[in-house]
């Protein structure tokens, strides 16, 4: 009964690493889409990867990338292996927005040049936007931030659906991203 109890307790942490793994599944395989956009059918014979299919792209690595990091600070603070309470760091909503904007400027450049370093520069910068954002939240606030996180690994599924172009995935990461968002809400 005992043992019972404890899993049933420790739910939250079990769903904030598996949307761990969900994201960390959309930035690898966006990785991979990248390094061999033939493999994929997402370039031409020059493996010129296709407009859309870079900005698809982008966005699930970056959506994956944010969902990974933030659930890993999720499951830490809700498993007690970092404190609960609200660690805030001076200026932190400007630095957000700044990492938001300039990830979002990085993937507009994507459209036009991949080079390597945008790639990954902006996939590094949205592993530091998803740490930074759930780093302020308390541990009572996390059930929230769970089905936020669950909102954004549908939002990465979707995205990477549509650079696959599965549609089993755009449905599902559709239907997941918005009864995530709506939960949240």
Known sequence: VIARRIAMTAM????????SLVGLAAVLVGAAAYLNPLAFGIADATGSIHFNSRIEMGLGVAIGAITFSGSVIAFLKLNANMSGKPILLPGRHVLNFGLLFGILGLIAFFTQDQSPWIF?????LAFAVGF???IPIGGADMPVVISMLNSYWGWAAAAMGFTL???AMIITGALVGSSGAILSY
């Open 120 to 124: 990954w520069t902006a996939t590094g």
């Open 132 to 134: 930074l954002l759930i």
């Open 165 to 167: 172009q599965n549609s």
């Open 12 to 19: 939250p942490q079990l769903v904030a690493a598996f949307h």
